[in-house]
């Protein structure tokens, strides 16, 4: 009997976490908002696809405003200079990779997920 509840649970496991793990096709372009802009971090919340991002992010600069699908951008030196906070984007996303962007060392808590935008336009400023 322990053996068949054990089975049953054992089963039943991928399932249940395979439901917490987000994720996208690569080739996709996603929508989203511009959230905030430091020297630290460029936060972006995606606005077409609950699948990708962080859920539950508090913004400690704007008195915690909470966010889901958010993520920090891990090359924001290769991206358009000029985009403000509150713009619309469309872009595609990658896993992050090293690279030789400087940003200031302040730590403006932001999100723990973290991509490379690639081919990002503005869609409304």
Avoid at 67 to 84: I, M, Q, T
Wanted: a positive charge; one cysteine or more.
């Amino acid at each position: 009997m322990k053996l068949l509840v054990f089975l049953a649970m054992a089963a039943t496991m991928p399932a249940l976490s395979s439901k917490c793990n987000k994720t996208h096709k690569p080739d996709e372009f996603l929508q989203g908002k511009v959230i905030r802009i430091s020297c630290a971090s460029f936060v972006v919340q995606v606005t077409n696809n609950d699948s990708i991002g962080e859920d539950g992010w508090k913004d400690q600069s704007n008195n915690n405003a909470s966010y889901d699908n958010v993520f920090a951008a891990s090359n924001p030196c290769k991206l358009p200079a000029g985009v403000k906070a509150g713009a619309t984007i469309k872009f595609k996303v990658s896993p992050a990779k090293a690279n030789d962007c400087i940003t200031c060392m302040m730590f403006d808590a932001p999100p723990t997920a973290r991509f490379d935008i690639n081919e990002m336009t503005v869609v409304e400023k």
